[in-house]
């Protein structure tokens, strides 16, 4: 189970480090979904750590933080984070389109959700 944590965790900052390239070159849509996306396989790499077992197959942030106990500072970023899923990838699910929909301070916002979430999920898998 060691390796696939690893993995899972790899791949959480890989994403990060793509929505912060997305946030350079103004595809601010595109870095909240990559935002988004650090986060949950930041969050399944502890399921798999904890439970030793293959995470869900859930994008609920939030839902996932809570059967890891993740600290109550978690969960707003969580469920914040949780919203981008659909808005930050179709049309239809906010109020404009995501191309339109998401500006840099937006996308600044939900970076930082993502770091918190990375940090603390560093932090407990070690």
Do not use: C
Request: aromatic share 8%; glycine share 0%.
């Amino acid at each position: 189970m060691e390796k696939q944590v690893q993995d899972w965790l790899e791949q959480a900052k890989a994403d990060l480090k793509t929505a912060k390239d997305m946030i350079t070159t103004e595809n601010y849509y595109a870095a909240v979904s990559f935002s988004q996306q650090a986060a949950e396989k930041a969050l399944k790499s502890v399921y798999i750590s904890i439970k030793k077992k293959s995470p869900p197959k859930v994008h609920d942030l939030a839902e996932l933080a809570r059967m890891v106990n993740a600290p109550t500072n978690i969960l707003p970023p969580s469920e914040k984070l949780s919203v981008t899923y659909l808005t930050s990838r179709y049309p239809g699910t906010a109020p404009e389109i995501p191309a339109r929909f998401y500006t840099k301070e937006k996308a600044e916002v939900h970076l930082r959700e993502a770091e918190a979430i990375l940090e603390w999920v560093k932090k407990m898998i070690k």
